[in-house]
């Protein structure tokens, strides 16, 4: 039986095309910068928004209709809903999707129940990614909805939370790898505070730390050679979080010895909320060499809280694009959809079109800053202002040939520095909408 009778699989039919039911630019054997949209993209589908979310929120009852869910916590039930899953999947066109362990399998009365739960749909997992080719992009463990969590996990002030933490982890990777999941993703949805006065701080971060280091080892241990991810988020459900924003994980992985084993997987709504943009947060990452998945979602800049809309504004997808390009493109991670519809979207068939979208929005970006580095306009634009620095006094400094001494004799000699020039923001923001 099919969930989706009316929806056929989602075709390209170009940018002349009118059916919302189409892909207008997501062209997924397309070559562009000599790998295909598909391989650029790595599109991805959450578990978690897109067939946990009921539409409830503070204000309000669930409204979404799902008829084939029966709404109740029986493994029946979520079995049912894996195979309406992977038939979403396989009529979208996406390669990949991604969940938390408690999405996709209810949460037991014991630990040794849940690790029971999560085989039990694990195996209905294993036959549908065999079944489409549908593959596990990276997996994660929800800790924060239960109110063990409530402490946080590992940086819980309760030692047997910790505990329990890192056993949920332990089975969580393990079912990762065993559906061959690319990659692996920390999102500490409370590993933060609410109250300093009340909080060890430093305790707290080393004990995260080692938390992160164990899983390192145990991932060595059953040969899960995926990369680890870090998600950074600088507040909600915590007053801040440890991993606050790009640089703030960074400092934290370079300080406790886990650069080798981390990258970063960014979220659009998440760096608005740490007063950044997207852009920012990929340049930081990427300058690092950490830069390793995206969740694509926009929030409202008019509501200071985690909405987890769709992408749809282009400039942020050509952003986005253009620095993922910049730094060779994604590698294990993916351009996964953390976004949900809206409340008030209600039906099914909003799941695809928010989703082709999505995918479009994406796929134009990617063209546009395939266009902006074939020019290399930009580029050149960017490398003039800096051309003080290719020869000179500039090379001299940046090869370590000078100290503060040997620069204050020359600036004595000179008297003042050279005349600036000006850095033509406006001109720059006008070359760029040239290629919208």
């Known amino acids: 039986m099919t969930a989706f009778p009316e929806i056929e699989s989602i075709a390209y039919e170009g940018p002349d095309s009118l059916n919302p039911l189409a892909f207008r630019h997501y062209n997924a054997d397309e070559v562009i910068e000599g790998r295909t949209m598909r391989e650029h993209l790595r599109f991805s589908v959450v578990y978690w928004h897109t067939f946990r979310a009921t539409g409830a929120d503070p204000f309000g009852a669930p409204t979404m209709q799902r008829p084939w869910d029966d709404g109740s916590e029986s493994i029946e039930n979520a079995q049912n809903r894996v195979r309406v899953a992977f038939e979403f999947f396989e009529k979208l066109g996406v390669p990949y999707y991604a969940f938390h362990d408690r999405d996709i399998a209810p949460e037991g009365n014991s630990l040794s129940e849940s690790h029971k739960n999560l085989d039990a ?44 933490a890192a056993a949920q982890v332990k089975k969580a990777l393990e079912i990762t790898h065993e559906l061959g999941g690319e990659g692996y993703t920390f999102w500490g949805g409370r590993e933060g505070y609410q109250c300093l006065w ?36 600088p507040k909600e459900p915590t007053k801040h979080q440890y991993d606050s924003d790009a640089a703030a994980c ?9 650069m080798d084993h981390f990258k970063l997987n960014l979220e659009t709504n998440h760096a608005t909320l740490a007063g950044h943009t997207m852009q920012h947060e990929l340049e930081v990452a990427g300058s690092a060499g950490a830069l390793g998945s995206i969740d694509a979602n926009t929030g409202d800049l008019l509501l200071g809280w985690d909405t987890d809309q769709f992408p749809t504004d282009i400039y942020v997808t050509t952003q986005c694009m253009h620095s993922i390009l910049k730094y060779g493109g994604l590698k294990t991670g993916g351009v996964n959809f953390d976004a949900k519809v809206r409340r ?25 800053a395939a266009a902006m580095r ?24 940046e090869a370590g040939q000078h100290t503060l001494e040997s620069l204050e004799k020359i600036m004595l000699e000179k008297g003042q520095a050279a005349p600036n020039q000006s850095g033509r923001q406006e001109l720059f923001e006008n070359v760029i909408n040239q290629y919208m």
């Open 121 to 164: 749909i694990a195996a209905v997992m294993k036959e549908e990614q065999q079944r489409t080719g549908v593959k596990l992009l990276w997996g994660t463990a929800n800790m924060f909805s239960n109110p063990r969590y409530m402490h946080g996990a590992a940086t819980s002030c309760n030692a047997e939370v910790y505990a329990y």
């Open 250 to 258: 960074l400092n934290f992985l370079r300080q406790f010895d886990l």
């Open 344 to 368: 008030e979207s209600f039906e099914p068939i909003d799941l695809f079109y928010a989703h082709v979208g999505g995918m479009d929005a994406f796929a134009r970006g990617l063209k546009i």
């Open 374 to 397: 074939a020019d290399g306009r930009l580029e050149q634009m960017v490398a003039d202002r800096y051309a003080s620095w290719n020869s000179g006094l500039g090379a001299e400094i």
């Open 198 to 233: 009340n909080t060890d701080l430093k305790r707290e971060q080393e004990h995260l730390a080692r938390f992160l280091h164990m899983a390192v080892d145990y991932a060595k241990q059953i040969g899960f050679t995926g990369p680890f991810y870090i998600e950074p988020k």
